[in-house]
């Protein structure tokens, strides 16, 4: 054995080569390891979730339901599978977010072969909750990764770029859904076109730093338009559904109604960033002085669940305190008083590991494949998709300035990615009259939607910036 000295030979650690180095790096870099490795994980996936399945499905009818039993193997399923999917889209060059619902489309797919053991996955409670809470911590994320100062110092031309990407797409949206879907209520159009106006900044701000051109003058407009696009984006997305939840309540519909809304959601908003803003700081302080290991981001995250419990008790969505939340705490507010020399991000950044897969996982466990043989479903989508397109596209109008890649930064505004699967879920849980705003084949249809401008945009970005 080359690791094995010779019989009778002295025994010494020089003889013995050091199994944390060089040569152990390398040989979980060759192909064939990797190969193995994955295969190895693929049937543990493939034992373990029918196992816990069965195993859930036979306490229940023994009796004996063990509620948490359903939730670690799932956790296990799903963090696993995620895991692997997000690893292989990334050595693809695609975002790790388009393996994680790719992952769930698969898992999803098993009824199709007759088991319905892994239904648990999209039914059970306890996933469903930790699910929650991590579309919940991502958008706590992006807002931490937005810094008001910068949205302010952009110019006019993000917020051009930004309005006219949220306007056009939600447009043109709505007109292809009242197309299409003549028979479905006026809220539902409404919706659909909201779906197209999420922009993800963070596909678009990897695929730029990849390149090296964060600093240029077309980055800078496209991730400045693309948080005042997700900000927009929000608010559109709770006049809509304190719209709807009006609807079921019996309530007339009419301009004051949804201007009511508007103001209530405006009005959180502006307050949670100016008082939030003031008390963050005494909150932060507090933490620090307590001297508590890991008190700094106990408090950040209790802040953040904060506002996201307010936003629901106005009739928002949690996502919109979430996102708040962390606009308030940006990294200005965090150096004064941390200790540590890591960002309040890096210390988020483990526990979204865990959770915010669960989200994109079983967002995908939710299409159904049947609905792609549907050429109604298919049809549907490719119109919607070319809307989505074109509805970017358009922002290249708004820029103001001369010199500058006009068309690079319209498709650094195209990617929907987590951000559109985030207002489709929402969707998905919604009820108009006893029935899901976003049925299953509409989920479908957009999901096709998010994956096709999510694919197409790093590509098409880096083929019209190029590298330096």
């Not at 159009?189 to 964060?214: E, K, Q, Y």
């Not at 400045?224 to 079921?248: F, H, K, M, P």
């Not at 929402?426 to 994956?451: H, K, P, T, Y």
Request: aromatic share 6%; net charge neutral.
């Amino acid at each position: 054995h080359p690791y094995r000295p010779r019989r009778g030979a002295r025994r010494t650690i020089r003889e013995v080569p050091s199994v944390s180095g060089e040569a152990t790096a390398a040989a979980f870099k060759r192909p064939g390891f990797r190969l193995g490795r994955a295969l190895l994980l693929l049937a543990a996936l493939a034992i373990l979730g029918p196992a816990g399945a069965l195993f859930a499905s036979e306490a229940e009818a023994g009796g004996h339901p063990n509620p948490v039993a359903p939730v670690l193997i799932g956790m296990v399923v799903m963090l696993v599978s995620a895991k692997l999917a997000a690893r292989g889209a990334e050595r693809l060059g695609q975002p790790a977010v388009l393996g994680e619902l790719l992952a769930g489309i698969a898992l999803g797919s098993v009824a199709l072969l007759g088991w319905d053991g892994l239904e648990f996955l999209v039914t059970d409670t306890g996933l469903q909750v930790l699910a929650e809470l991590g579309v919940i911590l991502l958008l706590f994320e992006v807002g931490l990764e937005s810094d008001l100062a910068d949205m302010k110092a952009v110019g006019w031309s993000s917020l051009a770029v930004a309005c006219l990407g949220v306007v056009v797409p939600f447009a043109l949206g709505w007109g292809v859904s009242v197309w299409l879907l003549p028979e479905q209520p006026a809220l539902v159009h409404v919706f659909i076109g909201a779906t197209l106006c999420a922009t993800s900044v963070g596909i678009t701000a990897r695929v730029l730093a990849d390149l090296g051109r964060l600093q240029d003058r077309e980055s800078k407009i496209v991730l400045g338009a693309a948080v005042l696009d997700d900000v927009l984006g929000l608010l559109i997305l709770a006049v809509v559904t304190g719209a709807i939840q009006a609807a079921n309540q019996g309530s007339t519909l009419s301009a004051m109604t949804i201007g009511v809304i508007a103001g209530k959601a405006l009005a959180f908003l502006f307050g949670a960033v100016v008082l939030g803003g003031w008390a963050s700081r005494r909150l932060l302080r507090l933490a620090a002085g307590l001297e508590a290991k890991g008190m700094l981001l106990v408090a950040s995250l209790a802040f953040g669940l904060l506002l996201s419990w307010l936003a629901t008790l106005v009739g928002l969505a949690a996502i919109v305190g979430a996102f708040a939340a962390g606009l308030i705490l940006d990294e200005v507010h965090y150096h004064d008083v941390r200790r540590e020399e890591r960002s309040l991000s890096d210390l988020l950044q483990p526990i979204a590991t865990i959770l915010v897969p669960i989200f994109f996982v079983r967002m995908g466990a939710e299409v159904d494949l049947r609905a792609f043989g549907n050429l109604d479903v298919l049809g549907f989508a490719a119109v919607l998709t070319v809307a989505a397109v074109l509805g970017k596209l358009a922002c290249a109008l708004g820029v103001l300035e001369r010199g500058v890649n006009r068309l690079a930064v319209a498709i650094g505004m195209l990617p929907r990615g987590e951000v559109g699967l985030i207002f489709a879920g929402i969707g998905a849980q919604l009820l108009l009259d006893g029935r899901r705003v976003i049925d299953n084949e509409v989920f479908s249809a957009v999901v096709i939607m998010v994956i096709a401008t999510t694919v197409v945009a790093p590509p098409l970005l880096k083929l019209t910036l190029g590298k330096r």
